[in-house]
């Protein structure tokens, strides 16, 4: 048995649970923040057997896209301390952090 622990944006969360729901995984849901952008995550975890991890992980990876997103990123002005000026920066956001865990044992009351 697998535990995988998949990290995605908020906006590919809610089509992803529906498709691995779809294809028959239990998935749990965890509202997360991500550290970088301060932005919304969430965090899933997906018990599964071992002969279902590579279709688990394809339909992972349909979904959860890489795309550009435009932020700004403080800047101190020359000089005034404490002034900041924010720049606009391109950022890769989206897609999936994904952890792989062996399960000795998985108990569902």
Request: with cysteine; net charge negative.
């Amino acid at each position: 048995m697998k535990l995988v622990i998949a990290i995605v944006q908020d906006e590919d969360a809610g089509r992803l649970i529906g498709e691995l729901m779809n294809e028959g995984y239990g998935v749990t849901k965890l509202a997360t923040t991500g550290g970088f952008l301060k932005s919304g995550n969430t965090t899933l975890l997906i018990g599964l057997d071992d002969e279902r991890f590579d279709e688990c992980m394809k339909v992972i990876e349909r979904i959860c896209k890489s795309r550009k997103q435009i932020t700004s990123a403080p800047v101190t002005h020359g000089g005034t301390t404490g002034m900041y000026a924010p720049y606009p920066i391109e950022v890769s956001v989206g897609g999936a952090t994904v952890f792989v865990l062996s399960v000795d044992q998985f108990v569902k009351f």
